[in-house]
Structures are given as structure tokens and as C-alpha cells.
């Protein structure tokens, strides 16, 4: 039997009981039609897990907490804004790929230009995209979805640790060689439709950026940052069949 899988922020979670919302309620009741007692797991996004069933009311009966372990690589992705529906696309497979933390920025390059109110807007469209994405995918844990910044801001925000990689059509060195197991974090970033102005590059060396290749053929900018954090996940985390998960 399918068990249906629900977001529920921990807040509203306490005392062996979830409150629903109501646009939780209106799911399980009226678009998945659940009859009373199905199975759901009901996720915190912080990497905790519960069984439950369904009830008539306005919450439900939670297990015990499951902690459920987070992607074996972690990354963070930095992206231009993109037009359209590719920032979205962007942000659903990263999730799915696993990816931390989502850094949209406003590249010198990038043709879409939001003021304040429009990047908080579109910051809260993009954390409902990663919720679903979390709640189909399987993940317990939903990626921070930053406001759209600057690069530098983007650079700023990863921890000193952290490998930082940008991604330089027509240059750079080979993924094998910038992401070996066990790193504390990796910060990958792609630029725009346009590429990097050369600023923008020198910027990002001197926050102690490689420059990094995904290839020989030119990349659209979502397909790049999808391909980026696929390809992270596989040389240093838990996209690897055979690489046992790090501790």
C-alpha cells in the first residue's frame, strides 16, 4: 500500500500530535479522499519523521520520531536568476538531488531584475516548490530557500570549509579532482544564460573559488545547475551505488 507523505512545519507538531493546516486538510481530505485510518507519514523538514493515520478533525496521531539521515554530500547551490519557470525547475530537482541550501542571486548577466517585494515573493513560491519536491522525493529535510542576493552575497553565506566551485563554460578543472568524499560542504555556482563577466569571476577566486567544468558542450543555465549538483552527489555523496554512506 502507498503511504502518503505530509509537510508539517515543527511548530505544529507536539505532544504525539500534528495540527493540520488547512491546505494539509483540504490534501489528505479532499484531493487525496483518504478514508479514516490510512496511512500517512507526516515529515517535520528538519530530517524528522513520523508514522500516522488519518482522522476526522483538524490533527492527526504521530509514532515516535524517526530521525531520517540527510544526503551523504552537502550541497549548496548558488544560481542566476533565470526567466520563466527554470528557476522553478531549478530549485524541484535540486531538492530532489539532494542539494542543502538554494542561493538564487542576480548576476550581472541575468535578464530577469526583481525589486525587494518581487524576490521575497518569489523566494516564498520557490520553498513551496522545495516542500513538494521533499514530500515526493522521500526527503524529511526541506533545502533553505534564500532571498534572491548578489554573488558576493552567495559567496558570503557558505561556511569557510566549504568546497567552492564555479562553474565556467569554456574552463576549469574536472569534477573528479574538486569533490572528494568527506568534505565538509561543497558551494556550487552557476551563473546565467550570458556566463560570468570577468569581475565576477576574478570576485569569486578571490573568495576562494575553483573554477570547475561540466564538460565540452555548452549547458542552458538550469540544465547546468541541475547537472552540478547530480554530479557533486555522485563523486562525494549517496548518488554512488557502491560508496557506503559517510557517518
Do not use: N
Amino acid at each position: 500500500m502507498i503511504r502518503r507523505r505530509l509537510h508539517l512545519a515543527p511548530d505544529r507538531i507536539s505532544g504525539g500530535r500534528a495540527t493540520l493546516t488547512p491546505e494539509a486538510r483540504h490534501y489528505l481530505a479532499d484531493v487525496l479522499r483518504l478514508a479514516p485510518g490510512a496511512p500517512l507519514e507526516v515529515f517535520d523538514g528538519r530530517g524528522g519523521a513520523y508514522d500516522a493515520a488519518f482522522e476526522e478533525g483538524e490533527s492527526v496521531a504521530l509514532g515516535p520520531r524517526r530521525e531520517v539521515p540527510p544526503p551523504s554530500a552537502r550541497v549548496w547551490l548558488a544560481f542566476a536568476l533565470a526567466k520563466g519557470e527554470k528557476a522553478e525547475l531549478v530549485v524541484q530537482k535540486a531538492t530532489e538531488l539532494g542539494v542543502a541550501r538554494l542561493l538564487p542571486f542576480q548576476a550581472g548577466r541575468s535578464v530577469v531584475r526583481l525589486d525587494a517585494g518581487r524576490a521575497v515573493e518569489r523566494a516564498r513560491r520557490w520553498r513551496r516548490v522545495a516542500e513538494e519536491a521533499a514530500r515526493q522525493c522521500g526527503r524529511s529535510e526541506v533545502p533553505e530557500v534564500s532571498v534572491p542576493g548578489t554573488l558576493q552575497s552567495a559567496l558570503a553565506a557558505a561556511p569557510a570549509g566549504f568546497v567552492r566551485i564555479l562553474f565556467h563554460a569554456g574552463d576549469g578543472e574536472g569534477l573528479g579532482a574538486l569533490c572528494a568524499p568527506g568534505a565538509e560542504g561543497f558551494l556550487a555556482v552557476v551563473g546565467p544564460e550570458g556566463g560570468f563577466t570577468g569581475a565576477e569571476v576574478d570576485a569569486a577566486r578571490a573568495a576562494g573559488c575553483r573554477l570547475g567544468s561540466l564538460g565540452p558542450r555548452v549547458l542552458r543555465a538550469e540544465t547546468a545547475a541541475i547537472a552540478a549538483a547530480a554530479l557533486i552527489q555522485f563523486l562525494a555523496g549517496d548518488l554512488a551505488p557502491d560508496r557506503p554512506r559517510q557517518p
